[in-house]
């Protein structure tokens, strides 16, 4: 049994995957994950808050030993990492009632059998009992599903933020403490999951905000034993401006493209931004979101192949566009053999984002001076772009 104590009756009895290496079939996991579930025990009833991916179960119900009773298993999110094992928990417990919001209960019913006369449906601002403390429902839709919820105990000023806060590690120690590797990893969390919907999802932050917190605990990765540190955080990827920053980010064939991305690095630097150069080949998309949040600038520099831009390059474009980071400008640059078409086409890749097209560079085979003397000049523009929206200090 790992049953580990946060506060007052409230325990964590999720499990660990240490070795899981890529979750959604897209984003990196360095550090594995975790699937967090909860057991609170009132006065009067218990509760489970969520359960775990199917293939962990075993340690769910390892955790849970010694509980003969369950009353409640409230799910905050439909998805298959926090509600998978609900089945065999109802099993286990026959007297269970799933808590959960209508949407929630659609969504469930969608993923998996279970029958109407198990669920007790809430409503947003509704409370439950469990004698001594309070369970308090709060609907935070596109965070990052349609029927995320939130719990809060005001009696323990414990929060439940399912996927809202999280981050994506196998904890050592369950509490976050100042561990700068839970907070890097919460960054990059944000970015690849939440960030697309940073716009509908910070009015949520103002409502926990209202709220007496002493921890956070979410589905995914550590406790948060500070939990101040962790709001302020997501108020400034939500809500701050970018920084005095670059984000350079190529994929090149035989190195003219290379050769290009490290000349306007220079050129930069030379002027006073600062500069992220990262070489897509090869790069794990985490690496990339840990710089998405802070930079005014991205570049992308792709060689042409196939009549197209590397593949890499575009599936970058892509994922940019989706994501929809704060940087207020973009530019193109990239080297061809016999069709400039792809570059010149490469910033309708990312028009839903907004972003101001601040130039390109397009140069044909090995970067001569022409090339560079452009490069500067982009260089040049850059900086008075950031000048003039107030991001040098």
């Known amino acids: 049994m790992n049953r580990i104590k946060i506060k007052n009756d409230i325990f964590w009895v999720g499990a660990k995957d240490p070795d899981r290496r890529l979750f959604d079939g897209l984003m990196p996991l360095p550090q594995g994950t975790t699937y967090n579930a909860y057991l609170v025990k009132g006065s009067e009833k218990t509760a489970l808050f969520d359960t775990v991916e199917p293939e962990k179960v075993n340690d769910l119900l390892e955790n849970l030993e010694g509980i003969e009773k369950l009353d409640y298993l409230i799910s905050h999110h439909a998805e298959q990492d926090h509600s998978g094992s609900i089945p065999v928990v109802l099993e286990k417990?026959?007297?269970?009632?799933?808590?959960?919001?209508?949407?929630?209960?659609?969504?469930?019913?969608?993923?998996?059998?279970?029958?109407?006369?198990?669920?007790?449906?809430?409503?947003?601002?509704?409370?439950?009992?469990?004698?001594?403390?309070?369970?308090?429902?709060?609907?935070?839709?596109?965070?990052h599903w349609p029927e995320t919820t939130a719990t809060y105990i005001p009696e323990d000023k414990v929060l439940f933020s399912c996927d809202f806060l999280g981050s994506h590690h196998s904890f050592s120690s369950i509490f976050a403490g100042d561990n700068p590797a839970v907070y890097k990893g919460a960054k990059e969390y944000y970015v690849q999951i939440m960030m697309l919907y940073s716009k509908m999802s910070a009015k949520h932050l103002d409502r926990l905000n209202g709220l007496d917190i002493e921890y956070i605990c979410p589905s995914h990765g550590s406790v948060y034993d500070k939990p101040r540190k962790i709001i302020d955080l997501y108020e400034q990827w939500m809500r701050g401006q970018p920084e005095n920053l670059a984000l350079i980010a190529y994929a090149s064939t035989h190195g003219s493209t290379q050769i290009m991305a490290e000349h306007l690095r220079g050129a930069l630097e030379e002027r006073g931004v600062n500069v992220v150069l990262k070489d897509l080949l090869g790069l794990p998309l985490?690496?990339?979101?840990?710089?998405?949040?802070?930079?005014?600038?991205?570049?992308?520099g792709s060689s042409v192949i196939m009549a197209a831009l590397h593949p890499v390059a575009f599936n970058t474009a892509f994922l940019l566009d989706r994501l929809k980071p704060k940087a207020k400008f973009v530019a193109v640059i990239g080297s061809y053999g016999w069709s400039p078409a792809p570059l010149k086409k490469a910033s309708d890749l990312i028009s839903s984002w907004k972003a101001e097209v601040v130039g390109s560079v397009i140069c044909k085979g090995h970067p001569g001076d022409d090339a560079m003397a452009e490069l500067d000049a982009l260089a040049d523009t850059i900086v008075a772009k950031h000048k003039e929206a107030g991001f040098f200090q």
Not at 96 to 116: F, G, H, I, P
Not at 122 to 139: P, Q, R
Not at 286 to 300: F, R
């Open 93 to 143: 417990y026959p007297e269970a009632r799933v808590v959960c919001l209508q949407k929630t209960k659609e969504m469930l019913q969608d993923l998996m059998s279970v029958a109407d006369d198990r669920f007790y449906v809430v409503a947003d601002g509704e409370e439950i009992s469990l004698g001594n403390k309070t369970v308090y429902f709060m609907h935070l839709p596109w965070v």
């Open 286 to 300: 985490n690496e990339l979101a840990e710089v998405l949040p802070d930079a005014a600038t991205i570049v992308l």
